[in-house]
């Protein structure tokens, strides 16, 4: 009953994490990154501001130290606590000089904060997960190997709010955000792996001839989710009405050439695991999502990068990372 707990709190960990993988792109859909010019806070705020009338200088108001105000496009910080006079002293404030965005869009800002919430609360669970595999790991009921994977989750999770802070700080600088990606598959991969330590025996279990193909088919999807992240850098860099240029681009023309590699090496990995008589959920589950994630670039490329898809091209290629991973973790079956 205890490692069917921890297992629940796991799988609930993992959801929390593709819900800020989610929430992630929709960010960058909308164009939210930097609907909150500061981190971990929110234009100074622990809850942030709706209006633009609180990110403006008001006559005898009380500020706080860290609070912003946007004046002549520049973003003010609050160097101390104080109540304003009838004028604007600017000896009260300094300027914020990590970046020089100075908006307001209170859309935006709900958007960017309601991902940075979703990440606080993945970061609650995965320390709930590294704490309950402490107490079952002390009544010998799980595997040291889990605790360590539950301590490496809580320390990347760590990792992935201060790279968060620090590609808020670049303003959205596109290789931090890759960087940002990347650790969180690493995550996702993490519990994944503790998933598989709580499961022991009753883990999937493969002939060792499937192992090389879904390395190969890995590490395929691994540069193919890097050349995406380049091709997601040229779209943030283009006007919304000037996309189609990006179809014209060298990384762009890289990125669906090599998506047929990857299409290909995936069919010829599932029709190896049907010959061996394998029906998991698991290939069947590729099966669908390595098709769907074809039909979503195709949407992209022949109705110029519609906003919806792009969220769903990442969600889609995320589940796709995982369901590789639970084949690569699988335990090895030798016939006698």
Request: charged residues 15%; aromatic residues 16%; contains cysteine.
């Amino acid at each position: 009953m205890a490692n069917r707990s921890f297992l629940i709190l796991t799988w609930t960990t993992l959801v929390a994490i593709y819900l800020v993988i989610l929430a992630g792109s929709v960010v960058r859909m909308t164009g939210s990154g930097m609907g909150c010019p500061d981190w971990p806070k929110c234009f100074g705020y622990l809850i942030p501001p709706s209006e633009s009338e609180q990110v403006q200088f008001s006559p005898n108001h009380k500020f706080e130290k860290g609070q912003m105000i946007i004046v002549d496009d520049e973003l003010l910080r609050a160097k101390g606590n104080f109540t304003s006079s009838t004028s604007f002293n600017s000896s009260d404030w300094e300027l914020y000089e990590k970046h020089d965005y100075a908006t307001f869009n209170a859309t935006h800002t709900w958007i960017e904060y309601i991902n940075r919430l979703l990440g606080a609360l993945s970061g609650l669970f995965m320390l709930a997960v590294f704490v309950f595999s402490v107490v079952l790991r002390v009544k010998n009921k799980l595997s040291s190997t889990a605790v360590v994977l539950s301590f490496l989750g809580v320390v990347l999770l760590g990792f992935q709010a201060w790279l968060g802070k620090v590609v808020v700080d670049s303003n959205l600088d596109g290789l931090k955000i890759t960087a940002h990606l990347f650790g969180a598959l690493a995550l996702v991969a993490v519990v994944l792996w503790i998933i598989r330590s709580a499961m022991g025996q009753s883990f999937l279990t493969l002939k060792p001839q499937l192992k090389p193909i879904a390395w190969v088919v890995f590490l395929f999807f691994l540069v193919q989710v890097f050349f995406g992240t380049e091709v997601r850098i040229l779209v943030d860099e283009l006007p919304r009405t000037e996309l189609t240029k990006l179809f014209y681009t060298n990384w762009f023309k890289i990125h669906r050439s090599f998506s047929w590699l990857v299409f290909g090496a995936t069919v010829f990995l599932l029709y190896k695991a049907f010959a061996f008589g394998y029906r998991h959920f698991v290939f069947r589950f590729i099966g669908i999502l390595i098709f769907l994630e074809v039909a979503i670039g195709l949407s992209l490329y022949f109705f110029a990068i519609p906003k919806f898809a792009q969220p769903l091209h990442l969600l889609v290629a995320n589940l796709l990372f995982a369901c590789f991973v639970w084949i690569l973790l699988a335990r090895t079956h030798v016939d006698k």
